[in-house]
């Protein structure tokens, strides 16, 4: 069984680095074209909000009580009976998304203004960023239709990971990335506001990535077409645990809302910092958090519906897929972590410094990417160990937390105004912890899962190697000053160096510790 977690995991993890490393360039882009001024804090904002809204809709509450749901019609192994559950979900969840979609492209302005007070204020006063919420209007409406695209690419891909074909899904996002990329090379030169190709670029990539996966569906059998079904029992329960999961699992998407709120009253360039910061942390958390939590949730969720079979030999492989993939987030994690510390200046400069993004902004960013750092291991935990409660079909515990995190990160965020832009960083990372401590602790109470010995002396090890590796890292990186004074391309030379010097030395340093085959297997 964890032969074949890991190999899937791998899978999911090229995949997603194929597509992050080509969401690295698209930033690398963004960057030169509109840096981190005014036309960056818009196109980011107008972007994120229709991604706040896909994590809620698609790929966060909605994939993880579908899962669950779906495993159970499955087991029974009638193909004509999934086929018909599919299309009464997707025709349910499909009327009203295009129901929030419409709404929100008609009332884009309101959208703006809720999110953006700071700017629709200044509209209302005619201040200096009276544009930025006009535009704001406009780039919502371009961009939200991605929200209705997006919500079938994750139905559908919810249902391919449930027959183990994981690489569709998480090839997927390349298509956004190389649209995004096109229009701002091809588009953007050629419009009077490079913001407003951007924005094309993502409903573009949407549609791609939409009519990606059809093929796929109709070679499982499984493409069907959408019935509206709102009172079907399937529907009926899948509603009953998204309802509160659209808290539970969506907390650091509604607090990076409420940073995206607070910046719009901070100086400009605040959104755009908080954002170039937050895409190299969502690079770990992409490859590892994100994969490693696909990966197991179906493997979760077959081992639940498998409790009426051999309760007691079932609640075992749940705790071992449990702990095997809190040892992976440590195994990738820490390192992860500690290597963003050493080399946040670096990275950033290298990637980002040309263009309209100057050396003040790779200092800015940095420091609320190292505030960010600070919580990265806790958002990584909080996507494997709320599966330990999406798995078992139980919502509503994971939102009482959610609720708990969300209302303590408005606390942190007041403590933290004095430091900015820099504090909403810190504030997100502070309530991850807290999130991650709840879940783990309501785990543990419910003997559902509790942190294994073998996995404490993993980690142990882990952290030693993680910690000289960083120290090496350091010794051997230049100063910021030297980093800027070279070209290009020696950048990106003593960039891959040290990369390999942290690889190398991180799995020799774990070698000499102990670390074997047999630590990654899910079997104790």
């Known amino acids: 069984m964890s032969k074949r977690l890991l190999k899937s995991g791998i899978i999911v993890s090229t995949m997603t680095l194929l597509s992050r490393v080509l969401g690295l360039v698209r930033d690398v882009v963004i960057a030169n074209i509109i840096g981190a001024g005014a036309a960056a804090d818009v196109f980011l904002f107008a972007n994120r909000i229709p991604n706040f809204l896909r994590r809620l809709f698609a790929e966060g509450a909605f994939s993880q009580a579908f899962v669950p749901v779906l495993a159970e019609y499955q087991k029974s192994g009638d193909l004509t009976k999934t086929r018909e559950f599919i299309a009464k979900v997707s025709g349910t969840l499909g009327g009203l998304v295009t129901i929030v979609t419409l709404v929100a492209m008609v009332a884009s302005p ?8 700071g700017w629709f204020m200044d509209w209302l006063n005619d201040g200096e960023n ?35 074909k994981f690489g569709v899904m998480s090839f997927s996002p390349v298509l956004l990335n190389i649209a995004m ?15 407003l190709a951007l924005a094309i670029g993502i409903f573009i990539g949407g549609l791609l990535q939409f009519l990606f ?21 399937g529907v009926k329960k899948i509603r009953t ?29 605040s959104i755009s910092w908080l954002y170039y910061s937050d895409r190299l942390l969502e690079f770990p958390l992409g490859l590892f958090g994100i994969a490693i939590s696909t990966v197991i949730l179906p493997t979760l969720a077959r081992h639940h519906v498998n409790r009426t079979d051999d309760a007691a030999q079932s609640a075992v492989d749940f705790r071992q897929t449990m702990d095997w993939g809190v040892r992976m987030i440590l195994l990738l ?21 040309r263009g309209q993004f100057l050396l003040s902004d790779v200092k800015a960013a940095s420091l609320s990417l190292w505030a960010f750092n600070a919580g990265l291991l806790s958002f990584m935990l909080i996507k494997i160990l709320a599966n330990g409660y999406y798995a078992r079909q139980d919502t509503k515990t994971p939102v009482k937390i959610g609720i708990i995190a969300m209302v303590s990160n408005m606390g942190f965020n007041i403590l933290a105004v004095p430091f900015s832009y820099v504090g909403l960083a810190m504030a997100s990372a502070m309530s991850a912890t807290l999130n991650a401590y709840l879940l ?22 882990v952290f030693c190697a993680a910690a000289v590796m960083g120290v090496l890292v350091w010794h051997f990186s230049p100063e910021l000053t030297a980093w800027n004074a070279m070209s290009f391309l020696k950048r990106v030379h003593w960039l891959a160096w040290l990369i390999a010097l942290a690889g190398v030395s991180y799995l020799g340093l774990l070698l000499l510790l102990g670390v074997r085959k047999q630590d990654l297997l899910a079997k104790h």
């Open 241 to 269: 645990l998204m309802i509160p999961a659209l808290f539970g699992v969506s907390v650091s998407q509604i607090n990076l809302l409420l940073d995206t709120f607070i910046a719009s009253f901070l100086m400009t360039g």
């Open 130 to 164: 009276a544009a930025k919420f006009t535009q704001a209007s406009l780039l919502l409406r371009i961009t939200f239709p991605y929200l209705w695209f997006i919500t079938f690419v994750a139905l559908s891909g919810a249902i391919l990971n449930t027959l183990g």
């Open 440 to 461: 783990y602790r309501g785990l543990a109470k419910a003997d559902v899962y509790h942190f294994s010995r073998k996995s404490a002396v993993f980690f142990i090890k």
């Open 213 to 233: 996966q059809i093929p796929f569906l109709r070679k499982a059998g499984l493409l069907v077409k959408p019935k509206w079904a709102w009172n079907d029992a």
């Open 181 to 195: 990329i096109s229009t701002a090379l091809f588009l953007a030169p050629q419009l009077e506001s490079p913001d």
């Open 110 to 117: 309101v959208v703006a203004a809720v999110f953006g007070t």
């Open 333 to 353: 994690g820490v390192p992860a972590m500690i290597g963003i510390a050493v080399l946040a200046q670096p990275m950033l400069l290298t990637l980002f410094m």
